[in-house]
C-alpha cells in the first residue's frame, strides 16, 4: 500500500539528466496538471492564454502600422489625418488593456493551479508513511525539503509560465516582424572592391547578428549567475531552517542560557549567505553591464542606419519610424535569452532543488521495497500474536547495527523492554513501519488497532481537542471523553481550555505533555499500545500511578513499553531485555515471565 500511495502522486524515478535536459526531467514529473482527467480546466485556461498572447503581437503589429500612418500624417502636416490617428491609437489601447487583463488572468491561475497541482503531489509523497523521517536520515542532498516544497516549487511556476509565455511572445513576434522589416528594408547596393552587391533585407540579417551575437556574450557572461544563484538559494534555505529551530526549542535555549551561542551560530550562516550574495552581485553586475549597453544601443541603432535613407529621400518619416519599431520589436524577440537569463537560472535552479526532492522521496521507496535486499518486511499476518523473525537492523547507508533478533508478543500480554537504547528504540520504529533498513520479518496481529505513544509527543497548533484527537477529528469520540480523560492523567485545569487554540508545545511543560500521552491512550483505547519512556519526566511514583491508571482502564490491552525504569517490572507480565553481542548481534533473553527465547548469534 505504502508503494501503491507514492507512485499514484509520484511517476518513477527520472533518470539522471544533463543540465540542458533539467526541463524535459521536470516536464516528466509535473505535466500530468494537463493530462490527467478532469484537467480540462488547465487545457481551457492554457489555450486561452495562448489566443491572449496571439492578440497582443496582432495588435502590437497594429501599433506599427499605425507609427507609420501617424509620422506619415504629421510629416504631411493634416491635421485631420492625425485627429483620425488619435482616435485609432485610442482604440489601440483600450484593445490592448483589455486583452492584457484576460492575459493576466489566465497566467495568474493557471501559476496558483499548477503550483497547487505540484505542491500537493510532492507534499503527498514527503508525508507519506514515514517517509519524511525516513528522508531525513537517508544520505544525500536533499535538505530543507520544507523550503523546496514551499519556495522552490513557487518560483519555478510563476517563472516557468512567466518565461514560456513570453517566448511565445517573442516567437510570434519574430515571425510577425520579420516580414514587416524585410519589406521596410528594401535593397540596398555594397560596393567591395570595384564590385557590387546588392543585399535585400539588410535589417533582418543586421538584427540578427546583434540579436545572436548579444545572446552568446551574455550566456558568456552569465554562466557562472547559475552557481551562484543555486548556493545563494541553499545558503537561504539553511538559515531559515536555523531560525525555525530557534523557534522551535526557544525554552530549551533560554533554560541552558545559549543565546550567545545561538547568536554565534546564526551570524555564521549569514556570513554564508553574506558571502553567496557578493557572488552573485559580481555575476549580476558584467550581465547588467552588458544588457544595459546593448538595450540602449538596440534603441537607437535602427535610426541611425535608417537616417541616411531618409535624407536621401528613399524613405519617408513614418517608415522611418516604422522600420525603427520593427527592428526593437525583432531585436526584443531576439534578445529573449539576454533578457531573461537571470531569470532562468533561478528556475533551473529551483528545478532541481525539486528534482533532486523527487529523487530522494523515489529513493525512499526504490531501495527499500519488501522482501528484497535490505529491506525489512513488515506486514499483518493471519494470526493474534506479534512476531518477530531473524530480524537485522542497519543504519539507513546500509552499515549493519544489529541482527539476528527473534520475539513473539502474544495479545494480552504485557511487556516491558529494557537493555540497550538505541537498539530499544529503533525496534520500535521497525515494528511501526518507518525504519526499513535492514532484512528480516515482521509480523504484526491481525484485525488490531494500534497506537505507538513516542518519547515527544507531535502537537499541532490547533485546540487541544484537536491535539487529543490527532490524528482523527474530534468529532470520532464523545465529547465527554476528552474532559473525563484530563480528570484522569491529572490535568483537570486543562478541562476549561479544550477548544482554546494554543502553541501547547510551548504552553505545556514536559511532564505536562506527557501526562497528555497517557491522555491520549485513554481518549483511542488501542487493543495494542506502544509506549515509549512513558511518565520519564515525572517522578517515578506518579509514573507508575499513570500506568496504572491506564492499565485498570484498559485491562485487555496489549502493551509493549521500552524504558530505562526497571522497577516497572512489576506492572508487566513479561520483561525483554535488548543486548546487543560484541559481533553485533543480539540477545533477546526474557528474565521475567513465562517464557524465554533467546536469539543466539551465527
Same mark, same amino acid.
Given at each position: 500500500?505504502?508503494?501503491?500511495?507514492?507512485?499514484?502522486?509520484?511517476?518513477?524515478?527520472?533518470?539522471?539528466?544533463?543540465p540542458f535536459a533539467t526541463l524535459r526531467r521536470f516536464l516528466v514529473l509535473s505535466g500530468g496538471y494537463w493530462t490527467e482527467p478532469g484537467s480540462w480546466p488547465a487545457r481551457l485556461l492554457s489555450f486561452g492564454l495562448v489566443t491572449f498572447t496571439v492578440a497582443l503581437v496582432a495588435l502590437a503589429i497594429r501599433l506599427n502600422l499605425w507609427s507609420a500612418d501617424l509620422f506619415d500624417a504629421l510629416e504631411r502636416r493634416e491635421a485631420g489625418e492625425v485627429l483620425a490617428q488619435a482616435g485609432i491609437f485610442i482604440a489601440i489601447v483600450l484593445a490592448t488593456v483589455a486583452t492584457t487583463v484576460c492575459h493576466l488572468e489566465c497566467k495568474r491561475r493557471l501559476q496558483l493551479g499548477w503550483r497547487r497541482w505540484l505542491t500537493h503531489r510532492m507534499v503527498d509523497a514527503w508525508m507519506l508513511a514515514g517517509h519524511q523521517h525516513q528522508l531525513a536520515l537517508m544520505p544525500g542532498d536533499h535538505s530543507n525539503p520544507d523550503a523546496r516544497i514551499a519556495e522552490d516549487i513557487r518560483l519555478l511556476t510563476e517563472s516557468a509560465f512567466e518565461l514560456a509565455n513570453s517566448l511565445l511572445y517573442c516567437i510570434l513576434v519574430l515571425v510577425s516582424f520579420v516580414s514587416i522589416l524585410w519589406v521596410l528594408s528594401g535593397t540596398i547596393v555594397v560596393s567591395v572592391g570595384g564590385l557590387s552587391v546588392d543585399i535585400q533585407g539588410h535589417y533582418v540579417w543586421l538584427a540578427l547578428i546583434y540579436a545572436g551575437s548579444g545572446t552568446v556574450v551574455a550566456f558568456l557572461l552569465g554562466r557562472p549567475l547559475v552557481r551562484a544563484t543555486d548556493s545563494r538559494q541553499t545558503r537561504e534555505a539553511d538559515y531559515r531552517f536555523e531560525l525555525v529551530r530557534g523557534r522551535e526549542h526557544g525554552e530549551a535555549i533560554a533554560l541552558l542560557a545559549?543565546?550567545?551561542?545561538?547568536?554565534?551560530?546564526?551570524?555564521?550562516?549569514?556570513?554564508?549567505?553574506?558571502?553567496?550574495?557578493?557572488?552573485?552581485?559580481?555575476?549580476?553586475?558584467?550581465?547588467?553591464?552588458?544588457?544595459?549597453?546593448?538595450?540602449?544601443?538596440?534603441?537607437?541603432?535602427?535610426?541611425?542606419?535608417?537616417?541616411p535613407r531618409y535624407l536621401a529621400s528613399e524613405i519617408a518619416l513614418g517608415g522611418l519610424m516604422q522600420a525603427a519599431q520593427a527592428f526593437q520589436q525583432l531585436t526584443g524577440a531576439l534578445s529573449w535569452p539576454v533578457d531573461n537569463f537571470q531569470r532562468l537560472a533561478e528556475m533551473f535552479t529551483s528545478i532541481e532543488r525539486v528534482l533532486v526532492l523527487h529523487d530522494g522521496l523515489r529513493d525512499v521507496v526504490d531501495q527499500h521495497r519488501p522482501g528484497e535486499h535490505g529491506?525489512?518486511?513488515?506486514?499483518?499476518?493471519?494470526?493474534?500474536?506479534?512476531?518477530?523473525?531473524?530480524?537485522s537492523i542497519a543504519h539507513p547507508d546500509g552499515r549493519a547495527m544489529f541482527a539476528g533478533i527473534d520475539a513473539e508478543i502474544l495479545p494480552g500480554e504485557r511487556v516491558l523492554i529494557l537493555g540497550d537504547p538505541q537498539l530499544s528504540r529503533t525496534f520500535f520504529k521497525v515494528i511501526a513501519g518507518i525504519w526499513p533498513w535492514g532484512a528480516g520479518q515482521v509480523d504484526l496481529p491481525d484485525d488490531a488497532t494500534i497506537l505507538f505513544v513516542p518519547h515527544r509527543l507531535y502537537f499541532p497548533t490547533d485546540t487541544l481537542r484537536q491535539v487529543l484527537a490527532y490524528p482523527d477529528e474530534p468529532t470520532a469520540f464523545p465529547t465527554e471523553a476528552f474532559?473525563?480523560?484530563?480528570? &484522569?492523567?491529572?490535568?483537570?485545569? =486543562?478541562?476549561? @481550555?479544550?477548544?482554546? $487554540? +494554543?502553541?501547547?508545545?510551548?504552553?505545556?511543560?514536559?511532564?505536562?505533555?506527557?501526562?497528555?500521552?497517557?491522555a491520549q491512550a485513554l481518549l483511542k483505547r488501542p487493543t495494542w499500545l506502544f509506549l515509549e519512556d512513558p511518565g520519564d519526566a515525572?517522578?517515578?511514583?506518579?509514573?507508575?500511578?499513570?500506568?496504572?491508571?491506564?492499565?485498570?482502564?484498559?485491562?485487555?490491552?496489549?502493551?509493549?513499553?521500552?524504558?530505562? &525504569?526497571?522497577?516497572?517490572?512489576? =506492572?508487566?507480565? @513479561?520483561?525483554?531485555? $535488548? +543486548?546487543?553481542?560484541?559481533?553485533?548481534?543480539?540477545?533477546?533473553?526474557?528474565v521475567h515471565g513465562r517464557r524465554t527465547r533467546p536469539s543466539e548469534p551465527q
Open positions: 500500500m505504502v508503494e501503491a500511495g507514492l507512485d499514484a502522486v509520484m511517476p518513477s524515478r527520472l533518470p539522471t539528466a544533463h545559549g543565546e550567545p551561542e545561538e547568536r554565534r551560530r546564526l551570524r555564521g550562516l549569514f556570513l554564508g549567505i553574506e558571502a553567496a550574495w557578493r557572488q552573485q552581485t559580481a555575476s549580476l553586475r558584467t550581465l547588467t553591464m552588458f544588457s544595459s549597453a546593448y538595450s540602449t544601443l538596440a534603441t537607437m541603432l535602427p535610426i541611425l542606419i535608417a537616417a529491506t525489512i518486511a513488515v506486514a499483518s499476518a493471519r494470526g493474534p500474536a506479534l512476531t518477530v523473525r531473524d530480524l474532559a473525563a480523560v484530563l480528570d &484522569r492523567v491529572g490535568l483537570p485545569d =486543562l478541562r476549561g @481550555r479544550l477548544d482554546a $487554540l +494554543e502553541d501547547w508545545e510551548n504552553v505545556l511543560d514536559r511532564a505536562e505533555q506527557q501526562r497528555l500521552g497517557f515525572l517522578g517515578e511514583e506518579s509514573a507508575q500511578a499513570l500506568l496504572a491508571t491506564l492499565i485498570a482502564e484498559m485491562p485487555n490491552v496489549t502493551l509493549l513499553t521500552i524504558s530505562r &525504569r526497571a522497577e516497572m517490572e512489576a =506492572l508487566y507480565h @513479561r520483561t525483554l531485555r $535488548l +543486548e546487543p553481542a560484541a559481533d553485533g548481534h543480539v540477545f533477546v533473553r526474557d
